[in-house]
T-cell receptor, first 112, second 113 residues
Framework: DAMVIQNPRYQVTQFGKPVTLSCSQTLNHNVMYWYQQKSSQAPKLLFHYYDKDFNNEADTPDNFQSRRPNTSFCFLDIRSPGLGDAAMYLC???????????FGPGTRLTVL | DQQVKQNSPSLSVQEGRISILNCDYTNSMFDYFLWYKKYPAEGPTFLISISSIKDKNEDGRFTVFLNKSAKHLSLHIVPSQPGDSAVYFCAASDGGGADGLTFGKGTHLIIQP
């Protein structure tokens, strides 16, 4: 009964070649998040959606974009991936009344 | 500048003993704190949380303590079991709305038989 699904689990792209990561949720929650986690680092929030309202973190590079065509789906687009963008990308939605977040399994991005 | 710090990258504990994971924060606006557990190749799994109006929250083998004056929280696991071996992340939020979480770098807990 997966509640947050991320596809693909592993993605390999070439330097500069656009890539899209996909996330879907079955909780029908109005909030979705994208985090980036580099090796041995803390997960870092890139942006979140509250319904269709897009909220970008101040230090998220312009290279990262997102789309949310409906409540269930959210996409992360990396327009020109650099070697430094290799990371685990985590999608999450909210559960509970407070800010408990439920994470998907992540997509491991490799940039060659 | 890290607002949530986990200063121990790893911790080794014998099975059956108590595991204590520590976390410090600097942002006074944080009012909700969470612990997540992460296995390799999986996303973080929510474990337990605590509001800043409390100083303790317990759920089975897991207890979280919050010391607001020291801006410190800790997660106690007792007794520790082999399945507890994982990376534990401390996270914090302010306002409780739709804002994202601020995470620490994690502590790798290893339970030895």
């Amino acid at each position: 009964d997966a509640m947050v699904i991320q596809n693909p689990r592993y993605q390999v792209t070439q330097f500069g070649k656009p890539v899209t990561l996909s996330c879907s949720q079955t909780l029908n929650h109005n909030v979705m998040y994208w985090y980036q986690q580099k090796s041995s680092q803390a997960p870092k929030l890139l942006f979140h959606y509250y319904d269709k309202d897009f909220n970008n973190e101040a230090d998220t590079p312009d290279n990262f974009q997102s789309r949310r065509p409906n409540t269930s789906f959210c996409f992360l687009d990396i327009r020109s991936p650099g070697l430094g963008d290799a990371a685990m990308y985590l999608c999450a939605t909210k559960i509970g009344r407070r800010n408990e977040q439920f994470f998907g399994p992540g997509t491991r991005l490799t940039v060659l | 500048d890290q607002q949530v710090k986990q200063n121990s990258p790893s911790l080794s504990v014998q099975e059956g003993r108590i595991s204590i994971l520590n976390c410090d924060y600097t942002n006074s606006m944080f009012d909700y704190f969470l612990w997540y557990k992460k296995y390799p190749a999986e996303g973080p799994t929510f474990l337990i949380s605590i509001s800043s109006i409390k100083d303790k929250n317990e759920d089975g083998r897991f207890t979280v303590f919050l010391n607001k004056s020291a801006k410190h929280l800790s997660l106690h696991i007792v007794p520790s079991q082999p399945g507890d071996s994982a990376v534990y992340f401390c996270a914090a939020s302010d306002g409780g709305g739709a804002d994202g979480l601020t995470f620490g770098k994690g502590t790798h807990l290893i339970i030895q038989p």
